[in-house]
C-alpha cells in the first residue's frame, strides 16, 4: 500500500549521524519531512568510540553549528570530558573534542527529532527505492508500506549488506546487534549505480568494575571546556535539552563533574598473541575483500606493519554516565574471541576484564561517491541524495556534514533553487565534499586538516563567520541568530581596521604591528601591547578571532591571495549538458575524465588528476562561445 | 567573465637563432612595466620605438624595438607589449626572466589565444579553432616538458619533492594526530632532511646560472695595457665597429660589453679600459672599473703587444689567470719584424696565440681556443646538464624562499602549522614544474612513518 497520497518532499532512509542532519535541516527549511530508520531506539547511535571532533572534525562540527545543525549543541548538551587537542599549538589547529555519554546523546536527539515540525520519524526498513524514470519517486518498506517522496536521501552506513567479522565467525548486520540492509543494494545496481565494498572495525566493550584503574594514567577533561556549538549569536530559546539524568541545565557547568578516560598499554604478550593467531584474523585470512582505513588499522595491521614498536597505547573511555562500559580505543581487531579475550587480559589493568561486547570487523557496501555532483545529487537517478558512509567517509562528523548539506539539497531542488555548495576556501566541510565527488576515495575517508590548502583560516573559532552567507542564503539560521552572527563579523572587521590603524603607545608603530611582535616574533620581547579598553571589554570569543587574525596577518593573506587567484575559474559554472567526448581540443583523456566527473565548476575541473590548464583553457572558451561569445567587459 | 588580473609573458616567435625574436606581453601591468623597463614618456600605442632593455639590476640586455597596445586594440583585447629583441634565444630568454622577477607570470600554452577570445576579439565561429589552437600548443608544450622531466631534471626534482613530502608527513603527523603515541618530536631529522632539500633546490638553481650562462653568455673580459688593441680585437670579433678604437691608448675609459655566439657558446664579450702601471687620474677610475669587471669574469682574453716588452699586471688580476680559464694573446704580429719575436711569459702556462686584431690573422684559431675552453668550463658545472628555464627557475626560487623560512622556523621552534604552510608553499612551487601533487603522496609517507590509529 501507499502510506501516502502526497509525497513527501524529503524521505531520509537512516537514522544516523547523517540521516539526523538530513532530517532536520530540511524540516527546519520547513519542507514536508519522513524520517525512516530500522530501529528507532539506535537513532544517533555512536556505532564506534564514544567521542565527537578531534582534530579536523572538531572545526567541522563547528562549521556544522554555523550551518545550523545539530550535532555540536548536541555534543555540549551530553558531553561527560571536553578537551581542546593542540592546545599549545596555534589557533588554526586546535581541536575540540568531547566524550559523550552515548544513551544521553541518543535520547535528545531522538526527543528533539519528535519536537521537530514538519518532521515525521517512522520505525520501517527501507527494502528499495521506486523509480519512474530516471527519478526516484519513493520508497518500498519491510511492512509492505510505500512512502513516496519527491527526493531522497540514502543514508544507510554500514548497513548495506553489512557483514561483520568475528575470526572465521560471520553474521550480517551493519553493527553488533542490528539488521543487515540486503536488498537495497539491488535498487541501486538497477538504476546503475556502481557499488563497491569498504571494511572498518570496533574495539571489544570492557565492564569497568572488572578493570584496574590503579595502573593506567588518568587523562582528565580540561578545567574550562571548549564547547562546540556558538553561543554569543543564540538566544536562549534557540537552545532545548532533555532532562534524561536529571542534572543537565542551560548554563550546566560542563567544568564540574567530568569524567575520566584512561591510558594503558599493549605489552610483549599481546604482540605474541596477535602475530601467533595472525592466520586466524578475517582480515589476515582472505575472509574480508573491503578496503580498511590505514589512519585506523587494526591491532593486527599495528604489530605486522610496525613490527619494531614494542608497545601501542590504549585509552579506556568510559560509554556514559549511566552506565559502566568502557570502549578500548586502540584495539580493534577481527581476531577470533578467544584471542580477544587472551589479548585484553595481556594489558595492564585489563588482566581480569569482563567483555561485555566483542570486537569485530564490518564490510558495507559504499557507492564511490564520483557518482554524485556537489549537491550530493545522484548523477545517475535525479532526486536520489546521498550522505554518509555510503558515499565511502568514516566518522560522525563527516557523515552529520553530508548529511546537512544533503538535507538542504533536498530541499532546494525540491523548490528549484540553486544547491549549497561550499568552496574549498571556506571550510572543511567544502573540502570533505569537494574531494569526495571530484577524486573519490579507496578507504574509508576521513578528514584530516592538511586535506585543507587553506588550513590557517579555518579556526574553529571562525566557523559562523566563514559560512554565515550560506546561512543567510538557504535560511538555516534564525533571523535572530544571523543578526547577531552579522554584528559580530561587523564588530571583527571594525575591530582589525582600529588595530591596524591606530598607534600604539609608546612608540611601537600601530597595535597591529605590536601585536605580530608579541606574538609571532623571534626577539625575546613578547610583550602585548596594552591594547584599548573599549576592545578589551568586547566578548572573548571576539577578542580570540580579531587578534588571531591580526597576529597571523601574513600568513592569511598569502592564503586569501592564493584563494583569489583561483576565484576567476572557481566562478565560472560548466552547463551541465555538455558532452565532453565532442569538444574539439580536449585530450581524450582529459574528456573521459570530464565526463565520469561531470563537474560543476571549472575550478572542480581543474581538481580532476590528468586534466591540464590546456583542458580548462579550452573549456573556458567554449563556455563562453556556448553563453554567446562576448565577453561584458 | 571577469577580466584576468595577472599580466602574461611569452617568447612569441620559435624558440631558435633567427634574425629577431619578440616577447609578448598581455594584461594590466603593461603600462607600468614599459615605464619600469625603458624609461621616459609614455609609449604612445601601435608605434615602435627603438630603445635600450635594461634589466631590473640595471643592466643592459639588448638593444630592442619595442611597441605598447593599448587595449582594446590589442591582439588579446588587453594592454600589450611586443618586444622585438636580436634574434639570439639567449637573450629573448633574458628578456622573458627579467619580466618574471618583474611580476609576470609566464603565460600557459595558447593563454594568448584564449584571452584574446575571451577578450572579445575574436568571433565565435572561430572559437573551435581557437581550441584547436591550445590543443595543438598545448600538446607540443607537454611533450617538450615531458621530454624535460624523463631527464635529469625530472629525477632531481623527484628527489627533492620525496623529501619535502617526507618533512611534510613528519611535520604534519604532529598537527593532526596530537592524541596519538608519536615519538618524541625530532625537529633534527626535520632539519637535516629540509636542509638536503633547500641544498638541492639551490643548486637546481644553479644550473639556472648555467642556463644563464648559456643565454647571457659566459663572460669574458678582454684585459691588457692600453693601446695593445684590446678594442679592435672586440671588434673584430663583434665584426662592427661597437667600440671606439684610436691609435691613442687609453680611448676606453668605461668598458663596452658584445654578445657573440661562438659555435655552440654565447659569450658577453667586455672590452675594459687599459691596466697602466702609471695611470692619470681619469685613467685610474677605468682601471678600477676593469679590476671589478676582472674579478667577476669567467674567461679572460689577455691582449699583449707583441711589438713591446712585456708589461706588469696588477696581481689581484695575474692571480686569476689559470690555463682553463685565459687565452694570451699576442697582438700586432702583422707589426712584427722577422727575428723580432715577442718577450716570453711569466707563467709559462698559460696558453697562446699570435693574432692580428687589424687583418683577422689567427682569429680562427681564437676561436677554436675559445670554444675549447667553453666547453671544459661547462664541463666543469656538473657531469649532467640541466638547463632549466625563466619558467622553472621562478618556481624553484619561491621554493627557495618558503624553504629558507621553513628552515629558520624550525631552527627557532617556530609554530608548527606555520611551517607546515612554508613547506605547502614550496611543495606547490615544484608541483608548478612537474605537476600538481596531490596531498595523498604526503599522507602515503605519513601513515607509512608513523603508526597511527586508536
Same mark, same amino acid.
Given at each position: 500500500?501507499?502510506?501516502?497520497?502526497?509525497?513527501?518532499?524529503?524521505?531520509?532512509?537512516?537514522?544516523?549521524?547523517?540521516?539526523?542532519?538530513?532530517?532536520?535541516?530540511?524540516?527546519?527549511?520547513?519542507?514536508?519531512?519522513?524520517?525512516?530508520?530500522?530501529?528507532?531506539?539506535?537513532?544517533?547511535?555512536?556505532?564506534?568510540?564514544?567521542?565527537?571532533?578531534?582534530?579536523?572534525?572538531?572545526?567541522?562540527?563547528?562549521?556544522?553549528?554555523?550551518?545550523?545543525?545539530?550535532?555540536?549543541?548536541?555534543?555540549?548538551?551530553?558531553?561527560?570530558?571536553?578537551?581542546?587537542?593542540?592546545?599549545?599549538?596555534?589557533?588554526?589547529?586546535?581541536?575540540?573534542?568531547?566524550?559523550?555519554?552515548?544513551?544521553?546523546?541518543?535520547?535528545?536527539?531522538?526527543?528533539?527529532?519528535?519536537?521537530?515540525?514538519?518532521?515525521?520519524?517512522?520505525?520501517?526498513?527501507?527494502?528499495?527505492?521506486?523509480?519512474?524514470?530516471?527519478?526516484?519517486?519513493?520508497?518500498?518498506?519491510?511492512?509492505?508500506?510505500?512512502?513516496?517522496?519527491?527526493?531522497?536521501?540514502?543514508?544507510?552506513?554500514?548497513?548495506?549488506?553489512?557483514?561483520?567479522?568475528?575470526?572465521?565467525?560471520?553474521?550480517?548486520?551493519?553493527?553488533?546487534?542490528?539488521?543487515?540492509?540486503?536488498?537495497? !543494494?539491488? !535498487?541501486?545496481?538497477?538504476?546503475?549505480?556502481?557499488?563497491?565494498?569498504?571494511?572498518?572495525?570496533?574495539?571489544?566493550?570492557?565492564?569497568?568494575?572488572?578493570?584496574?584503574?590503579?595502573?593506567?594514567?588518568?587523562?582528565?577533561?580540561?578545567?574550562?571546556?571548549?564547547?562546540?556549538?556558538?553561543?554569543? !549569536?543564540?538566544?536562549?530559546?534557540?537552545?532545548?535539552?532533555?532532562?534524561?539524568?536529571?542534572?543537565?541545565?542551560?548554563?550546566?557547568?560542563?567544568?564540574?563533574?567530568?569524567?575520566?578516560?584512561?591510558?594503558?598499554?599493549?605489552?610483549?604478550?599481546?604482540?605474541?598473541?596477535?602475530?601467533?593467531?595472525?592466520?586466524?584474523?578475517?582480515?589476515?585470512?582472505?575472509?574480508?575483500?573491503?578496503?580498511?582505513?590505514?589512519?585506523?588499522?587494526?591491532?593486527?595491521?599495528?604489530?605486522?606493519?610496525?613490527?619494531?614498536?614494542?608497545?601501542?597505547?590504549?585509552?579506556?573511555?568510559?560509554?556514559?554516565?549511566?552506565?559502566?562500559?568502557?570502549?578500548?580505543?586502540?584495539?580493534?581487531?577481527?581476531?577470533?574471541?578467544?584471542?580477544?579475550?587472551?589479548?585484553?587480559?595481556?594489558?595492564?589493568?585489563?588482566?581480569?576484564?569482563?567483555?561485555?561486547?566483542?570486537?569485530?570487523?564490518?564490510?558495507?557496501?559504499?557507492?564511490?561517491?564520483?557518482?554524485?555532483?556537489?549537491?550530493?545529487?545522484?548523477?545517475?537517478?535525479?532526486?536520489?541524495?546521498?550522505?554518509?558512509?555510503?558515499?565511502?567517509?568514516?566518522?560522525?562528523?563527516?557523515?552529520?556534514?553530508?548529511?546537512?548539506?544533503?538535507?538542504?539539497?533536498?530541499?532546494?531542488?525540491?523548490?528549484?533553487?540553486?544547491?549549497?555548495?561550499?568552496?574549498?576556501?571556506?571550510?572543511?566541510?567544502?573540502?570533505?565534499?569537494?574531494?569526495?565527488?571530484?577524486?573519490?576515495?579507496?578507504?574509508?575517508?576521513?578528514?584530516?586538516?592538511?586535506?585543507?590548502?587553506?588550513?590557517?583560516?579555518?579556526?574553529?573559532?571562525?566557523?559562523?563567520?566563514?559560512?554565515?552567507?550560506?546561512?543567510?542564503?538557504?535560511?538555516?539560521?534564525?533571523?535572530?541568530?544571523?543578526?547577531?552572527?552579522?554584528?559580530?563579523?561587523?564588530?571583527?572587521?571594525?575591530?582589525?581596521?582600529?588595530?591596524?590603524?591606530?598607534?600604539?603607545?609608546?612608540?611601537?608603530?600601530?597595535?597591529?604591528?605590536?601585536?605580530?611582535?608579541?606574538?609571532?616574533?623571534?626577539?625575546?620581547?613578547?610583550?602585548?601591547?596594552?591594547?584599548?579598553?573599549?576592545?578589551?571589554?568586547?566578548?572573548?570569543?571576539?577578542?580570540?578571532?580579531?587578534?588571531?587574525?591580526?597576529?597571523?596577518?601574513?600568513?592569511?593573506?598569502?592564503?586569501?591571495?592564493?584563494?583569489?587567484?583561483?576565484?576567476?575559474?572557481?566562478?565560472?559554472?560548466?552547463?551541465?549538458?555538455?558532452?565532453?567526448?565532442?569538444?574539439?581540443?580536449?585530450?581524450?583523456?582529459?574528456?573521459?575524465?570530464?565526463?565520469?566527473?561531470?563537474?560543476?565548476?571549472?575550478?572542480?575541473? !581543474?581538481?580532476?588528476?590528468?586534466?591540464?590548464?590546456?583542458?580548462?583553457?579550452?573549456?573556458?572558451?567554449?563556455?563562453?562561445?556556448?553563453?554567446?561569445?562576448?565577453?561584458?567587459? | 567573465?571577469?577580466?584576468?588580473?595577472?599580466?602574461?609573458?611569452?617568447?612569441?616567435?620559435?624558440?631558435?637563432?633567427?634574425?629577431?625574436?619578440?616577447?609578448?606581453?598581455?594584461?594590466?601591468?603593461?603600462?607600468?612595466?614599459?615605464?619600469?623597463?625603458?624609461?621616459?614618456?609614455?609609449?604612445?600605442?601601435?608605434?615602435?620605438?627603438?630603445?635600450?632593455?635594461?634589466?631590473?639590476?640595471?643592466?643592459?640586455?639588448?638593444?630592442?624595438?619595442?611597441?605598447?597596445?593599448?587595449?582594446?586594440?590589442?591582439?588579446?583585447?588587453?594592454?600589450?607589449?611586443?618586444?622585438?629583441?636580436?634574434?639570439?634565444?639567449?637573450?629573448?630568454?633574458?628578456?622573458?626572466?627579467?619580466?618574471?622577477?618583474?611580476?609576470?607570470?609566464?603565460?600557459?600554452?595558447?593563454?594568448?589565444?584564449?584571452?584574446?577570445?575571451?577578450?572579445?576579439?575574436?568571433?565565435?565561429?572561430?572559437?573551435?579553432?581557437?581550441?584547436?589552437?591550445?590543443?595543438?600548443?598545448?600538446?607540443?608544450?607537454?611533450?617538450?616538458?615531458?621530454?624535460?622531466?624523463?631527464?635529469?631534471?625530472?629525477?632531481?626534482?623527484?628527489?627533492?619533492?620525496?623529501?619535502?613530502?617526507?618533512?611534510?608527513?613528519?611535520?604534519?603527523?604532529?598537527?593532526?594526530?596530537?592524541?596519538?603515541?608519536?615519538?618524541?618530536?625530532?625537529?633534527?631529522?626535520?632539519?637535516?632532511?629540509?636542509?638536503?632539500?633547500?641544498?638541492?633546490?639551490?643548486?637546481?638553481?644553479?644550473?639556472?646560472?648555467?642556463?644563464?650562462?648559456?643565454?647571457?653568455?659566459?663572460?669574458?673580459?678582454?684585459?691588457?695595457?692600453?693601446?695593445?688593441?684590446?678594442?679592435?680585437?672586440?671588434?673584430?670579433?663583434?665584426?662592427?665597429?661597437?667600440?671606439?678604437?684610436?691609435?691613442?691608448?687609453?680611448?676606453?675609459?668605461?668598458?663596452?660589453?658584445?654578445?657573440?655566439?661562438?659555435?655552440?657558446?654565447?659569450?658577453?664579450?667586455?672590452?675594459?679600459?687599459?691596466?697602466?702601471?702609471?695611470?692619470?687620474?681619469?685613467?685610474?677610475?677605468?682601471?678600477?672599473?676593469?679590476?671589478?669587471?676582472?674579478?667577476?669574469?669567467?674567461?679572460?682574453?689577455?691582449?699583449?703587444?707583441?711589438?713591446?716588452?712585456?708589461?706588469?699586471?696588477?696581481?689581484?688580476?695575474?692571480?686569476?689567470?689559470?690555463?682553463?680559464?685565459?687565452?694570451?694573446?699576442?697582438?700586432?704580429?702583422?707589426?712584427?719584424?722577422?727575428?723580432?719575436?715577442?718577450?716570453?711569459?711569466?707563467?709559462?702556462?698559460?696558453?697562446?696565440?699570435?693574432?692580428?686584431?687589424?687583418?683577422?690573422?689567427?682569429?680562427?684559431?681564437?676561436?677554436?681556443?675559445?670554444?675549447?675552453?667553453?666547453?671544459?668550463?661547462?664541463?666543469?658545472?656538473?657531469?649532467?646538464?640541466?638547463?632549466?628555464?625563466?619558467?622553472?627557475?621562478?618556481?624553484?626560487?619561491?621554493?627557495?624562499?618558503?624553504?629558507?623560512?621553513?628552515?629558520?622556523?624550525?631552527?627557532?621552534?617556530?609554530?608548527?602549522?606555520?611551517?607546515?604552510?612554508?613547506?605547502?608553499?614550496?611543495?606547490?612551487?615544484?608541483?608548478?614544474?612537474?605537476?600538481?601533487?596531490?596531498?595523498?603522496?604526503?599522507?602515503?609517507?605519513?601513515?607509512?612513518?608513523?603508526?597511527?590509529?586508536?
Amino acid at each position: 500500500m501507499i502510506y501516502n497520497q502526497a509525497p513527501f518532499d524529503v524521505i531520509v532512509c537512516g537514522a544516523g549521524h547523517a540521516g539526523c542532519e538530513a532530517a532536520l535541516a530540511a524540516a527546519r527549511m520547513g519542507a514536508s519531512t519522513l524520517l525512516l530508520t530500522g530501529n528507532i531506539d539506535t537513532i544517533a547511535q555512536m556505532s564506534c568510540n564514544p567521542a565527537i571532533g578531534g582534530q579536523a572534525k572538531g572545526q567541522m562540527v563547528r562549521e556544522i553549528d554555523a550551518l545550523g545543525g545539530e550535532m555540536a549543541i548536541n555534543t555540549d548538551l551530553t558531553a561527560i570530558q571536553f578537551r581542546l587537542l593542540n592546545e599549545s599549538k596555534g589557533p588554526a589547529v586546535q581541536s575540540p573534542r568531547a566524550q559523550c555519554d552515548k544513551k544521553a546523546y541518543q535520547f535528545r536527539l531522538k526527543h528533539t527529532l519528535e519536537l521537530q515540525p514538519n518532521l515525521q520519524v517512522f520505525q520501517a526498513t527501507v527494502t528499495g527505492l521506486v523509480f519512474t524514470g530516471q527519478k526516484v519517486t519513493g520508497v518500498r518498506t519491510n511492512l509492505d508500506i510505500e512512502f513516496s517522496g519527491t527526493t531522497v536521501v540514502v543514508t544507510t552506513g554500514t548497513f548495506l549488506r553489512g557483514l561483520m567479522h568475528i575470526g572465521q565467525n560471520k553474521n550480517e548486520g551493519g553493527r553488533m546487534g542490528d539488521f543487515s540492509a540486503k536488498t537495497l !543494494s539491488a !535498487s541501486f545496481l538497477e538504476a546503475g549505480i556502481e557499488l563497491r565494498r569498504l571494511k572498518t572495525g570496533t574495539p571489544p566493550r570492557l565492564l569497568g568494575r572488572s578493570l584496574d584503574f590503579s595502573k593506567m594514567e588518568e587523562q582528565r577533561g580540561d578545567t574550562s571546556p571548549t564547547r562546540f556549538a556558538f553561543y554569543d !549569536s543564540r538566544d536562549p530559546e534557540d537552545l532545548f535539552h532533555v532532562e534524561h539524568t536529571g542534572e543537565q541545565r542551560i548554563g550546566w557547568h560542563h567544568a564540574t563533574n567530568q569524567v575520566s578516560c584512561w591510558m594503558t598499554h599493549t605489552t610483549a604478550e599481546t604482540a605474541r598473541l596477535v602475530r601467533e593467531n595472525l592466520h586466524k584474523s578475517a582480515m589476515y585470512s582472505g575472509e574480508i575483500e573491503g578496503v580498511g582505513p590505514r589512519y585506523c588499522p587494526s591491532i593486527e595491521d599495528k604489530f605486522v606493519r610496525f613490527a619494531d614498536k614494542p608497545r601501542h597505547l590504549l585509552f579506556l573511555e568510559p560509554e556514559g554516565r549511566s552506565t559502566n562500559e568502557y570502549y578500548v580505543n586502540g584495539l580493534s581487531t577481527s581476531l577470533p574471541f578467544d584471542i580477544q579475550v587472551k589479548m585484553v587480559h595481556s594489558v595492564p589493568g585489563l588482566e581480569k576484564a569482563q567483555l561485555l561486547r566483542p570486537a569485530y570487523a564490518v564490510e558495507y557496501d559504499f557507492a564511490p561517491p564520483t557518482q554524485l555532483f556537489p549537491s550530493l545529487e545522484s548523477k545517475k537517478v535525479e532526486n536520489l541524495f546521498f550522505a554518509g558512509q555510503i558515499n565511502g567517509t568514516s566518522g560522525y562528523e563527516e557523515a552529520a556534514s553530508q548529511g546537512l548539506l544533503a538535507g538542504v539539497n533536498a530541499v532546494n531542488k525540491v523548490r528549484g533553487e540553486p544547491p549549497l555548495i561550499i568552496g574549498r576556501h571556506e571550510g572543511y566541510i567544502g573540502v570533505l565534499i569537494d574531494d569526495l565527488v571530484t577524486k573519490g576515495t579507496n578507504e574509508p575517508y576521513r578528514m584530516f586538516t592538511s586535506r585543507a590548502e587553506y588550513r590557517l583560516l579555518f579556526n574553529h573559532g571562525s566557523a559562523e563567520l566563514r559560512l554565515l552567507h550560506h546561512a543567510k542564503a538557504h535560511g538555516l539560521v534564525s533571523p535572530s541568530r544571523l543578526a547577531r552572527m552579522e554584528e559580530s563579523k561587523r564588530q571583527i572587521e571594525h575591530w582589525i581596521g582600529f588595530l591596524e590603524n591606530h598607534k600604539a603607545p609608546a612608540g611601537q608603530g600601530t597595535f597591529g604591528d605590536a601585536i605580530r611582535r608579541a606574538v609571532t616574533g623571534t626577539n625575546s620581547t613578547h610583550v602585548m601591547p596594552v591594547l584599548p579598553a573599549e576592545f578589551i571589554t568586547q566578548p572573548e570569543a571576539l577578542r580570540q578571532e580579531v587578534l588571531y587574525r591580526v597576529s597571523h596577518s601574513g600568513y592569511l593573506s598569502r592564503e586569501q591571495r592564493q584563494i583569489d587567484k583561483l576565484s576567476e575559474i572557481e566562478k565560472i559554472k560548466i552547463p551541465p549538458h555538455i558532452d565532453f567526448l565532442q569538444v574539439r581540443g580536449l585530450r581524450k583523456e582529459s574528456a573521459l575524465k570530464l565526463s565520469e566527473i561531470r563537474p560543476y565548476t571549472l575550478g572542480q575541473a !581543474s581538481r580532476i588528476s590528468g586534466v591540464n590548464p590546456a583542458d580548462i583553457s579550452v573549456l573556458m572558451v567554449l563556455i563562453e562561445a556556448s553563453r554567446g561569445g562576448r565577453a561584458d567587459a | 567573465m571577469s577580466r584576468p588580473t595577472d599580466t602574461i609573458a611569452a617568447l612569441a616567435t620559435p624558440v631558435g637563432t633567427s634574425a629577431i625574436a619578440v616577447v609578448r606581453v598581455s594584461g594590466p601591468d603593461c603600462m607600468e612595466l614599459a615605464k619600469a623597463i625603458f624609461g621616459g614618456p609614455p609609449l604612445p600605442p601601435r608605434i615602435a620605438r627603438h630603445s635600450d632593455y635594461r634589466d631590473v639590476n640595471g643592466c643592459l640586455l639588448d638593444d630592442v624595438l619595442v611597441t605598447f597596445f593599448h587595449g582594446p586594440r590589442s591582439y588579446t583585447g588587453e594592454d600589450s607589449l611586443e618586444i622585438a629583441s636580436h634574434g639570439n634565444p639567449f637573450i629573448a630568454q633574458s628578456i622573458l626572466t627579467d619580466l618574471l622577477a618583474r611580476g609576470c607570470r609566464a603565460a600557459e600554452a595558447g593563454e594568448f589565444t584564449r584571452r584574446a577570445f575571451l577578450g572579445g576579439k575574436m568571433d565565435l565561429p572561430q572559437a573551435e579553432a581557437v581550441m584547436d589552437l591550445i590543443h595543438a600548443r598545448s600538446e607540443r608544450a607537454l611533450a617538450a616538458a615531458n621530454q624535460q622531466l624523463r631527464g635529469s631534471l625530472g629525477r632531481h626534482l623527484g628527489d627533492l619533492t620525496e623529501g619535502l613530502l617526507l618533512v611534510l608527513a613528519r611535520v604534519e603527523a604532529y598537527i593532526d594526530f596530537p592524541d596519538e603515541d608519536l615519538p618524541a618530536e625530532d625537529r633534527r631529522i626535520v632539519l637535516d632532511e629540509l636542509s638536503r632539500v633547500l641544498h638541492g633546490t639551490s643548486r637546481l638553481l644553479a644550473t639556472h646560472h648555467y642556463g644563464e650562462l648559456l643565454r647571457d653568455g659566459i663572460k669574458t673580459v678582454i684585459i691588457g695595457e692600453p693601446n695593445a688593441g684590446k678594442s679592435s680585437l672586440l671588434n673584430r670579433l663583434v665584426g662592427r665597429d661597437r667600440a671606439l678604437v684610436s691609435a691613442e691608448p687609453g680611448t676606453t675609459r668605461d668598458f663596452i660589453e658584445e654578445r657573440i655566439i661562438l659555435g655552440p657558446h654565447c659569450l658577453r664579450l667586455i672590452d675594459t679600459a687599459g691596466l697602466n702601471p702609471t695611470p692619470a687620474a681619469l685613467e685610474r677610475l677605468g682601471m678600477d672599473k676593469t679590476l671589478e669587471r676582472a674579478a667577476e669574469a669567467d674567461l679572460f682574453l689577455w691582449v699583449l703587444d707583441a711589438t713591446r716588452p712585456l708589461p706588469t699586471l696588477p696581481n689581484s688580476v695575474t692571480g686569476r689567470l689559470t690555463p682553463s680559464n685565459t687565452i694570451v694573446l699576442f697582438n700586432k704580429v702583422d707589426l712584427l719584424t722577422p727575428g723580432n719575436a715577442h718577450a716570453p711569459l711569466p707563467s709559462p702556462t698559460l696558453p697562446t696565440l699570435q693574432i692580428s686584431a687589424l687583418t683577422g690573422d689567427g682569429l680562427t684559431e681564437l676561436t677554436d681556443s675559445v670554444v675549447r675552453l667553453a666547453d671544459a668550463f661547462r664541463q666543469g658545472q656538473g657531469d649532467e646538464i640541466i638547463a632549466i628555464n625563466s619558467r622553472h627557475a621562478d618556481a624553484l626560487r619561491r621554493a627557495r624562499e618558503c624553504l629558507e623560512t621553513a628552515r629558520q622556523k624550525v631552527a627557532e621552534n617556530g609554530a608548527v602549522e606555520l611551517l607546515a604552510s612554508d613547506l605547502r608553499g614550496a611543495l606547490d612551487a615544484f608541483g608548478e614544474i612537474a605537476g600538481k601533487i596531490d596531498n595523498e603522496r604526503m599522507l602515503d609517507h605519513l601513515f607509512k612513518t608513523f603508526c597511527i590509529g586508536k
